[in-house]
Structures are given as C-alpha cells and as structure tokens.
C-alpha cells in the first residue's frame, strides 16, 4: 500500500512525460487525460496537434482536421491503475468545429498514511478523477486559426476533494503551405474549492513548430520541435517526429529535456484502414514504471477542406 501510494503521489511529477501536451503540473490524475498519437509527440508538438488531440492541447489545432469523429483510449501504468479518456469532434461548415471529451480515472484503495503523506489517518480511500471539455474553434483566416477549450475537474481520495475550472485560448498559423506555429495560453482558471488545493491549472505558455517534409522524402514525414513554460512547475521542450503512410502505418517518437536535467522520451506506432485508426503509445517514467496507450478512433466523414 505505501509504495502504491508513493506512486501516486509521484504521478504528479512525472505526468507530463507520459500525458503528452499536458504543460501543466497540478491535478495528480486527470493531468494524464489525452490519446495515444498526443502521447508520442508529447510537448514538442503539443501546440499543433489536430482534431481530438487538440481537446488536451492548442483548441486552435481542431479545425485542421475537419471530421465527425469519435475515439476512446485507455491508459494503464504500474500498480493497477487506469485512466479512460474518450473524445468526439463535430465540424460547422467547412471552417469550424467543436468537440466535447472526458477523462476518468480510477484506482483501487490505498493507504492514506505513508512517507508520502506521514500524517494520514491510517484509512484506505479509493482515489477519482474526472474532467470534462468543451471546445470550440474556427479558422479567423485563410492561414490563421483560433480557439478556446474550457476544462472542469473533481478529483477525490476518500474525503479530500479537488475540484477546478480552466479556459485554454491558442491559434494556429500558416506562414507556408509546408509549415505551421501554434501557440497558446493554457490553464487561466483556479480552484472551484480554494481550501483544498492550489490553483489546479497553473498557467502556462507553449509553442510548436512543423515542418511537412513530404517534398524532401519520398514518405510523408513531419518534424516538430516547442517548448512549454508554465508560471509554476518544471519548464520543457524537445523535437518530436512522425513518419507515414507506410502501407496504412505510422511510426512516432519525441524526446524532451525538462528542468534539472530530466529527459523524456515516448514511442508510438499507428494504423488506419478507411475510416479508423488504431494507436499505441508506451514512455517511460523512471521508477513509476512504464504507461501503455491505446486508442481506437472512427471517422464518420471523409475530411473536409476549408472554404
């Protein structure tokens, strides 16, 4: 029990080298909600993620994909514990979309005294996560996107609660058909509940930049490289690159250097047959172990071009 508490606590630290986008560092559990493809490319790319990965990173990426679509991906990392997130995007017109997602989180009892926490009752509480979002987004331009995304959270462990609410802005810009910026402003909120935790969402500050090599390589081939600078917690950035179509697969990786040293890196490969795709994601992160990835996403259109 001590040492699945010890974890937990841990997760904190750690979540961002496995939750892919995430720059901020507060909520425990729902800081680990996102899909698998986000996880691979992680902060590098974080600003530029299109469709549902925009619902955990840069509103402003989901019109770059412009499709009802609807995917689900579970997370399971060591000492039993698991995370569901499930996401949907609708478009409006051939410029906008909006979407909606959720994250649970769930795990079994554990001991609420350890050296984590050494001034704990001695009582098993079973820890809960949950967030939702809204999105909404739309090309302002013909090269230039905007976006907002609002996040709720509860989270619980036996009869400590934490709950909050953040609003993320970002845009994404075209100063060339083969290359793309995006930036944002995520976590603007704080506690629902003051006395029970600080500001859930510190606010950070991340970009991305793509380069599309397709007209270098004989394969489409897309390059990454950002950085995330939240108000408070560890600063990061790192390169990240994504190769397909080969035969209806893909292969993805990053890697990102934090403050005090710490390197982070990620894997994932992927599948897609007419309107699905099928993604995993495996990182490490140090002595938590490793976390696994999965996701399944069906499209219902084809994607539609913006006006």
């Not at 970002?170 to 600080?198: E, H, N, T």
């Amino acid at each position: 029990m001590i040492r699945r508490l010890a974890v937990l606590a841990a997760v904190g630290i750690a979540a961002n080298a496995v939750a892919g986008p995430a720059g901020r560092e507060a909520f425990v559990f729902t800081s680990l909600a996102g899909d698998a493809r986000s996880a691979a490319l992680g902060i590098p790319a974080g600003a530029l993620l299109e469709g549902e990965g925009a619902l955990f990173a840069n509103p402003a990426g989901a019109p770059l994909a412009l499709q009802y679509s609807a995917g689900i991906t579970h997370l399971a990392w060591t000492d039993g514990f698991f995370g569901e997130t499930l996401g949907t995007m609708f478009p409006v017109g051939t410029e906008a979309a909006v979407g909606i997602a959720g994250f649970l989180f769930t795990h079994d009892a554990v001991n609420v005294t350890s050296e984590v926490l050494p001034d704990g009752t001695g009582a098993l509480a079973r820890p809960l996560g949950v967030e939702a979002t809204i999105l909404g987004a739309a090309f302002a331009f013909e090269d230039l996107s905007v976006g907002a995304a609002v996040h709720v959270v509860h989270e619980q462990e036996g009869d400590v609660r934490r709950e909050g609410m953040a609003l993320d802005l970002g845009c994404v810009w075209f100063p060339d058909p083969v290359i793309a910026v995006g930036l944002d402003m995520r976590g603007f909120g704080g506690p629902i509940l003051p006395s029970a935790s600080r500001d859930p969402f510190p606010l950070s500050f991340d970009a991305s930049v793509r380069y599309e090599a397709e007209e270098v390589l004989p394969v489409p081939f897309r390059v990454y490289a950002g950085a995330s600078l939240p108000l408070w917690g560890p600063s990061g950035g790192g390169l990240a690159a994504e190769f397909g179509d080969y035969f209806g697969a893909s292969v993805r990786g990053m890697l990102e250097l934090r403050e005090k040293g710490v390197l982070g890196w990620a894997f994932g490969i992927g599948g897609h047959r007419d309107q699905w795709n099928l993604d995993y994601t495996f990182a490490p992160a140090g002595d938590l172990g490793w976390a696994h990835r999965i996701g399944l996403t069906l499209k219902f259109t084809r994607k539609l071009k913006p006006a």
